[in-house]
Nanobody
Framework: QVRLVESGGGLVQAGGSLGLSCAAS????????MDWYRQAPGKQRELVAS???????NYADSVKGRFTISRDNAKNTVYLQMNSLKPEDTAVYYC??????????????????WGQGTQVTVSS
């Protein structure tokens, strides 16, 4: 089992910036892709940004040029730097991680994990 702990959410005015982090812990053998999703009230959860184990990134069109996803493999942490925030960015942001665990003497197991979510509110 992998535990994900998110931090960095809060209230910010339009045009401001906010940085999110998501730290993974547990019996981790390898972390593959890491992603950030968001979900606004009454809407479906959507993919915001993703980063591969090799550092390749992908962004939703709505955040391109404003958000930057990065990772620190030594810390098992993924970040989302959000600049030029807009009211429509308001949502609960969730970390999503594809990871493999390998307890000593046991078979490896690959699964996906979700963070608890952190609220981002952008006021106009």
């Amino acid at each position: 089992q992998v535990r994900l702990v998110e931090s960095g959410g809060g209230l910010v005015q339009a045009g401001g910036s906010l940085g999110l982090s998501c730290a993974a812990s547990g019996n981790i053998f390898r972390i593959n892709d890491m992603d950030w999703y968001r979900q606004a009230p009454g809407k479906q959860r959507e993919l915001v940004a993703s980063i591969s184990s090799g550092g390749d990134t992908n962004y939703a069109d709505s955040v391109k040029g404003r958000f930057t996803i990065s990772r620190d493999n030594a810390k098992n942490t993924v970040y989302l730097q959000m600049n030029s925030l807009k009211p429509e960015d308001t949502a609960v942001y969730y970390c999503h991680v594809d990871a493999s665990t390998r307890p000593p003497g046991r078979l490896p197991y690959r699964d996906i994990y979700w963070g608890q979510g952190t609220q981002v509110t952008v006021s106009s």
